[in-house]
Structures are given as C-alpha cells and as structure tokens.
C-alpha cells in the first residue's frame, strides 16, 4: 500500500517568517512525490517534484528516504502564499501494472501581514 | 488558456437520479483521470484511461461508470447516485502513465445531490 502523511491540518505564520509543511510516505518502492498547491478559487497545480531537485516560487523540499519525508519549505512566507498544500505519491501500488497519485489530507497555510 | 475543462461547474441532481459530468482537454494528452474529493478529504482516485484502456481502482462502487469516446473527451456516469455521492469530481491529464510526469488538473465540478 502506498500511503501519505500530512500531519498539520491548519499551519498560521506571519509573512516574512520560516514555514516548513510536513509530509511523510509509506511505500516499498522507489518513491516519486509531488508538492500541489490550491490557491483560492482556482485549480489544483503541480508546484515542485523530488526528481526536479528546483525551487519553485521560493519553495524547495528534499526527500529524504531514511525518515520517509518529503517537506517543503520557505525561508521567507509571503501573504499570496496563503493557500491548500497537497503532498502527493506516485506509485505502483497492489501489484497493479498502473501507478497512481495518492494524496495527503492537505494543509491550508495562512500567511498573515 | 483553459487546458483541462470541466462541465458542468456545479451539478445538483436528485437521489437515484443519473447524472453525468464531462471532461474535455486541448493537451492532446494519453491519460485521463477521474478523481472524488470529498469535503475537507484528499482527492482519491476513481479510475482512469490510458488512451482506450480503462483501469478501475478497486473500491470504486459500481455506481460509477467512465466513458471516453475520444482523446479529447472523458466522462463520469453516475447510475443512480446517494447522498454519500455529494463530492468535489476532478478530471486531470498527463502525457503519460509514468510518475514523472505531473498531471494537469481541471477546475471541478461540484456534485449535490438532493
């Protein structure tokens, strides 16, 4: 089974300060993950990948296979950062010859002024 | 520069009542997902098409069937929906059944069902 992880529902910084959004996985695979953000009345989007290795907006996550996690990270939260992050796994799961996404729960990130 | 397209935005039909919800891309991808989001739930995958080849995710009821006519198009048939149906409906895209490449979601259509 593949499985993911986001442990904080509701995440609140104040702009300018570090934020990290939590993501652990459960898969015996080699594992692909994916960070998608949805930001208020729009679409969900592919923000940042693991095989990328890029920072996307100012975000970056490692993976990190020893503690199974894939967190993202910003040095700095701006206001139009404020939105739902997904973390998301890609896999062959069940002995199926198809991977698919999975997702986690999601974490809504405010960012205040 | 819509690329994945969802019809209606909101659906509200009756208990029992079929219902269907439409798909449509101008990415020319080969993969089409259909994917259920419940209130403050992840997004779980129905099914999906590589081109003509359906592969149902195992505890999909069988209330919910897909068409896809064509590369352009997908849809999600609900026979006879319930209350429990009531749901956030996502339809994406990617180039490729691989992992890495990402998938191109559309807007949602919003399912009430009365």
């Known amino acids: 089974a593949q499985r993911v992880t986001q442990p904080e529902k509701l995440l609140s910084v104040f702009k300018g300060a570090p934020v990290e959004l939590k993501c652990n996985y459960s898969?015996?695979?080699?594992?692909?993950l994916f960070w998608y953000v949805q930001y208020s009345r729009q679409r969900l989007q592919l923000l940042l990948r693991?095989?990328s290795r890029e920072s996307i907006k100012g975000f970056t996550a490692d993976l990190n296979k020893g503690e199974t996690s894939f967190h993202l990270k910003k040095p700095f939260a701006q206001e139009e950062d404020s939105a739902m992050y997904y973390c998301?796994?890609?896999?062959?799961?069940?002995?199926?010859?198809?991977?698919?996404?999975?997702f986690g729960q999601g974490t809504i990130l405010t960012v205040h002024p | 520069d819509a690329m994945v397209i969802q019809n209606p935005r909101y659906q509200v039909t009756q208990f029992g009542k079929p219902v269907t919800l439409s798909c449509s891309q101008t990415?020319?991808?080969?993969?089409m997902y259909w994917y259920q989001q419940k209130s403050s739930q992840a997004p779980k995958l129905l099914f999906h098409?590589?081109?003509?080849?359906?592969?149902n995710e195992a505890d999909t009821p069988d209330n919910f069937q897909s068409r896809r006519p064509n590369t352009s198009f997908c849809f999600l048939d609900i026979r006879s929906p319930g209350l429990g149906d009531a749901a956030m409906y996502l339809c994406?895209?990617?180039?490729?059944?691989?992992?890495?490449?990402?998938?191109?979601f559309g807007p949602g259509t919003r399912l009430t069902v009365l």
């Open positions: 994406a895209t990617s180039r490729s059944g691989s992992g890495r490449v990402s998938q191109f």
């Open positions: 898969y015996s695979g080699s594992p692909e």
């Open positions: 693991h095989i």
């Open positions: 998301a796994l890609f896999g062959n799961a069940g002995g199926t010859s198809y991977g698919k996404l999975t």
């Open positions: 990415l020319n991808h080969n993969v």
């Open positions: 098409y590589y081109d003509k080849d359906f592969n």
